[in-house]
């Protein structure tokens, strides 16, 4: 049975997942068929890309997703778009919308632990500062 699943990449302490079909018994890393859309939840809003026309073709020949990749295809809109294809629109168009809605969210790269970074001087620095004041 084929699933669609996140695959882990990226170094340690900073994953971010390939969405790809692969076979239920393979591993998560393992051998795949497809990659399919990407996922990074270290980036506020998460960013979610997702080959729309790829998606529907597996879903539609009976690819289970995953719970994670279900929650991320009903985000963006994937599964509604699913069940309006199965009632007869065309795919055309469905992946037309889908496109448009990808290009309306906001593209950014910055990740979440970089706005926690200080701004300006280091803590040696500030140190100082706060040592030769205080004589």
């Known amino acids: 049975m084929l699933r ?3 695959r ?3 170094a340690k302490s900073q994953p971010f997942y390939r969405i790809v079909v692969a076979e239920q018994e393979h591993p998560r890393d393992g051998r795949f068929l497809e990659v399919v859309g990407e996922y990074n939840p270290r980036t ?5 890309k997702v080959n729309e026309a790829r998606a529907l073709h597996h879903l539609k020949n009976g690819a289970q997703p995953s719970e994670p ?3 991320i295809l009903k985000t ?3 599964l509604d778009r699913l069940a309006r294809w199965k009632k007869g629109e065309a795919l055309e168009t469905l992946v037309a919308e889908a496109e448009a809605a990808a290009a309306a969210r906001p ?3 910055k990740t979440r632990g970089e706005d926690n970074a200080p701004k300006g001087k280091s803590k040696k620095a500030r140190a100082k500062e706060a040592a030769a004041t205080s004589s």
């Open 44 to 48: 506020h809003p998460s960013h979610i």
């Open 69 to 71: 990749v279900e929650r």
């Open 8 to 10: 882990r990449e990226g």
């Open 76 to 78: 963006n809109g994937t």
């Open 107 to 109: 593209v950014i790269h």
């Open 4 to 6: 669609i699943r996140l």
